[in-house]
C-alpha cells in the first residue's frame, strides 16, 4: 500500500467495519435494517454466501451532522472462514455479532480469534433482544468465558443489546461505532495513487469480468490504468456500491470495476500505481493431496464467483470417507456443453455453486447420465456432495467375475482369474470385492496378465490372471468392481 507523502495534507476518512459472528444471529439483518432494504430475503437460504458492502449515513454524537459507515457483511456459515477472515483484515473496526437467545457458538468463537489475531477493535451487538427467550445476561457471561471482557464485566469492550427487527438500541450501537472510528483517528492521502482491496471477482455473460474493491486510500478514477499483483486493467465503467455509474470514488468506498484482464484473487491488494505492486503469475487454488488407499472419485467445481469457488474447493477437499473427491478443474462461470463434455468422458460429476447451468448442457447432461449437481444455498450443496461420497454406488470403470482362485496362504497376496464382464480393467487399478451385492472388501491389483502375457488393461468379454493384495479372501463368485 502506498504511505502519504509528507508534503500532502491528510484527510479523514469514514470507518469500514465488518460485522462477523455465527450463522443466523442477525447479521445481514442487522444491515437490513440500517438500509431500509431487505437483504435477508434475498439471500439464498436466509444466510449470507458472499462479501457484501454498504454504505450509511448516521448523525455523529455532538456536531448533529451525517456521517458514512461502509458495512462489511460476512458469511456465518462453517464453510467461509477466508471470507470472514478477509473481512476482518480490511476492516477499520468490527461488529461481533451475539444472538441474545444462543449465546457463544463456534462461529463466533472463531470470529473472536480472527478479530484477536488481527488486532481488530470491535464492538458487541447483542441481537434479537425481542424474542421472547432473550438472555442478555447469558450472552454476557458467554463472551465472558470466551475471552470477551465487556465494560462492567472486567473489560473494556463496549457492547450494545439491539433489535433489528425494532430499531431498539441500534442508534446506539452507531454511536458507539462513530466514537470507537475518532479514536482511531483514519486518514487517507488524496494525492496518493488509489489503492485498497479486491473483495469479490465474478465473470458474468453480460458484463464480463466484474471486480468490487474497497478503497483505503487516494481517490479512484475512470478511465485510471489498475494493478494487482496477478492482473491489470483499466477502469473503463465504475459504479458505487449501489450499481451507479460514477467519475471517482473516494476511501472508504466500495466500488465496482470492469475493465480487469484477468479475475484477480479475492483479498489481493489493488493500486493505479503498478510500481507499488509487484506483478506475480496467477496460482490456481491448491488441491489437498489424499490419501492414496482412497476411492476417487473425479469431480468439476464451478461457482458464481471467487469468493465462492474457494468455498466450494475448501468443501470439496475436506469431504473425505471411504471415498474422496478428485477435482479435475474449478473455474468460475456458469456450466455449459464444454463442463459436461469433460465429464462424460472423465466421468466425473459436476458440482455448481449460485450459478446456473445452461439448457444445452443440461440436454447433454441428460442424454448421456452424466451427474450435476447445484445449490445456490450451501449447505444444502454440502449434504448432497456428502451423501454422493458416503453412500452413493459410484459406476465402475470394470468388472471382473471370479472364477478360479489360487494361492490364498499367503495374504494379503493372491492370485485369481476371472471374466470381465463389464468396461475395462487396468493394470494397478483399486477394487471394491463384492459378494452377494454387498461390499466386503477392497484392495489393488499389483500384476494383471492377459493369456500369461502382462497387460496394461483387459477389455469387457475377455479373461484375465490378477496378483492382488488384499486382507479379504477372495472366492469364486466374488466379484470385483474396479475404480
Known sequence: MANPSPENKLASRSPIVVVVGHVDHGKTSLIDYLRKSNIVAREAGGITQAVGAYEIEHPSTGSGQAKRITLIDTPGHEAFPKMRSRGANIADLAILVVAADDGVKPQTAEAIKVLQETQTPFIVAITKIDKNNADVENAKQDLTANGVLLEGFGGN???????????????????????????????????????????EAKKGKQRGLEVTLLVKNGILRQGEEIFTPHTKG???????????PAKELTPSSPAIVIGFEDLPLVGEEFSTNQTALSLKPKQELAVKDISKDKELVPIIIKASDAGSLEALHAIVDNLVYDRAFKILSSEIGD?????????????????????????????LADNNSAKIFTSAIIYQLIQELEKLIKDAAIEPNGVLEILAVF?????????????????????????????????????????????????????????????????????????????
Open 157 to 199: 469492550v463496549s457492547f450494545q443489546p439491539i433489535s433489528s427487527k425494532t430499531g431498539e438500541g441500534i442508534p446506539e450501537l452507531l454511536d458507539l461505532l462513530l466514537l470507537a472510528a475518532e479514536v482511531e483517528e483514519l486518514t487517507y492521502d488524496p494525492q496518493a495513487p488509489a489503492s485498497g482491496f479486491v473483495l
Open 234 to 244: 483499466k477502469v473503463k465503467i465504475l459504479e458505487n456500491f449501489m450499481g451507479k
Open 335 to 363: 456450466i455449459h456443453d464444454n463442463d459436461v463434455q469433460t465429464a462424460i468422458s472423465s466421468k466425473a460429476i459436476i458440482a455448481g455453486f449460485k450459478n446456473k447451468v445452461s439448457p444445452s448442457a443440461q440436454r
Open 407 to 483: 494361492n490364498q496362504d499367503k495374504l494379503p497376496k493372491q492370485i485369481v482369474g476371472g471374466k470381465i464382464t463389464k468396461g475395462t480393467v487396468q493394470d494397478k487399478a483399486r477394487f471394491d470385492i463384492m459378494r452377494n451385492d454387498q461390499k466386503i472388501g477392497d484392495g489393488k491389483i499389483t500384476n494383471l496378465q492377459q493369456n500369461k502375457q502382462e497387460a496394461h488393461s483387459v477389455s469387457e468379454g475377455k479373461e484375465a490372471g490378477l496378483m492382488v493384495v488384499s486382507d479379504i479372501a477372495i472366492t469364486s463368485g466374488d466379484k470385483l468392481y474396479f475404480f
